[in-house]
């Protein structure tokens, strides 16, 4: 009897080191998430910035115009493929995800971060700072809650995930539509749709990369995984900022 008394405890002891061994790597991992995340956003932030700073200057009356560089990537034909080149990167990375090293997709999700900053620069010449501020601050809120909620949660989400996979399928189309109708009202209720699809797929998506974590994953197969797990929240955080944006940003005179 003393001999399986100490068995169980060491048993138990065994259990409870393994567990403690996994929340650890399992914390580390989604930290690792995070921060990937956190410098896409900063990568997107800083091209923005210096794309807005660059394509516009004042004219002799005092007024803002666009230099040389503003037209090529607001004006001319480039500006298309500024637009679609992240829409291709997605696809890309998507296709070659398993092939490709830790550092290739890195590299090519920086470089996608850095042409969707390229791209919003725009938004720094339509909305006015402070609100941009404001409204990144308020994403930033949002987003901690919503993937908390999708990190700690007991609940199965994949249900909720499948049916909102299928409305950001639905946005696209809209938005593609929406190009050629110009129709503020549409743009209106396509914004609305973008907030709540987007806050439900940061959840989902969270809980997604926490259950695709194991303990037995080699360096190079964990980071590729926190790098793909930052591609899709990073995805989610700039779809519910530039759709909040439209809705509460106050744009420039």
């Known amino acids: 009897m003393s001999n399986f008394d100490r068995n169980t405890a060491f048993g138990a002891h065994v259990a409870r080191k393994a567990t403690a061994e996994i929340d ?4 580390a991992y989604m930290l690792g998430v995070y921060n ?3 410098l896409g956003l900063g990568v997107t932030g800083l091209v923005a910035l210096a794309a807005q700073m660059l394509s516009v200057t004042h004219n002799a009356a005092g007024r803002l115009a666009l ?3 503003g037209q090529l990537i607001y004006t001319s034909p480039l500006r298309w493929v500024i637009v ?5 990167f997605v696809f890309f990375i998507s296709a070659r995800a398993n092939s490709m090293s830790a550092a290739t997709a890195r590299t090519l999700f920086l470089t996608f971060a850095a042409l969707i900053g390229l791209s919003m620069s725009f938004l720094l010449m339509v909305y006015t700072g402070a609100s941009v501020a404001r409204v990144f601050f308020i994403t930033a809120a949002a987003f ?3 993937s ?3 990190y700690t949660t007991n609940r199965d989400l994949s249900p909720v995930g499948s049916f909102l996979i299928m409305g950001v399928w639905g946005l696209v189309i809209a938005g593609v539509v929406n190009i050629f109708l110009h129709s503020s009202s549409l743009q209106f209720g396509l914004s609305i749709l973008s907030v709540l699809i987007f806050s439900g797929l940061t959840a989902w998506d969270t809980q997604s990369i926490k259950d695709q974590y194991y303990a037995g994953d080699g360096y190079e197969l964990a980071q590729k995984k926190s790098i793909f797990g930052a ?3 990073y995805l989610d955080f700039i779809n519910m900022f530039q759709s909040l944006l439209y809705l509460f940003g ?4």
């Open 67 to 69: 230099t040389p560089f």
């Open 24 to 27: 650890q790597g399992l914390r």
């Open 148 to 150: 908390l909620y999708g």
């Open 250 to 253: 106050d744009r420039n005179d």
């Open 231 to 233: 591609l899709q929240l």
């Open 84 to 88: 679609l080149a992240p829409l291709a």
């Open 36 to 38: 990937y995340m956190t």
């Open 144 to 146: 901690g809650g919503l």
